[in-house]
């Protein structure tokens, strides 16, 4: 399996980050596979941000959850993160991330994008 992300690698303060991941090798759809997005900011821990499951139901990080929302293209086997709201602080690089919900592991890895929010 393997996991691209794009978007825009600059955001002002107060827009909407809307990332993508482009996923080959596997579809979004195969049963007990969940595609997260996982976030670390310079100097910081890698931060959970939420996972959208093989049947469509999304889960989010308690702290994030008012400001995120993950959704899919099954015809494009893509999947997408959209924060809102946001302030230097949301300033990382993102992963698309490919697990397993039975056994709650991340298998395969997207290589990242640098977002960085300033005006």
């Known amino acids: 399996v393997q996991l691209q992300e794009s978007g825009p690698g600059l955001v002002k303060p107060s827009q909407t980050l809307s990332l993508t991941c482009t996923v080959s090798?596997?579809?979004?759809?195969?049963?007990?596979?969940?595609w997260s997005w996982i976030r670390q900011a310079p100097g910081k821990g890698l931060e959970w941000i939420g996972y959208i499951a093989y049947s469509g139901s999304t889960y989010y990080s308690p702290s994030l959850k008012s400001r995120t929302s993950i959704s899919r293209d099954t015809s494009k086997n893509q999947f997408t993160l959209q924060l809102r709201s946001l302030t230097p602080e949301d300033t990382a690089v993102y992963y698309c991330?490919?697990?397993?919900?039975?056994?709650?592991?991340?298998?395969?890895w997207g290589q990242g994008t640098q977002v960085t929010v300033s005006s």
């Open positions: 991330v490919f697990g397993t919900i039975a056994t709650d592991e991340y298998d395969y």
């Open positions: 090798g596997g579809s979004i759809t195969t049963n007990d596979c969940s």
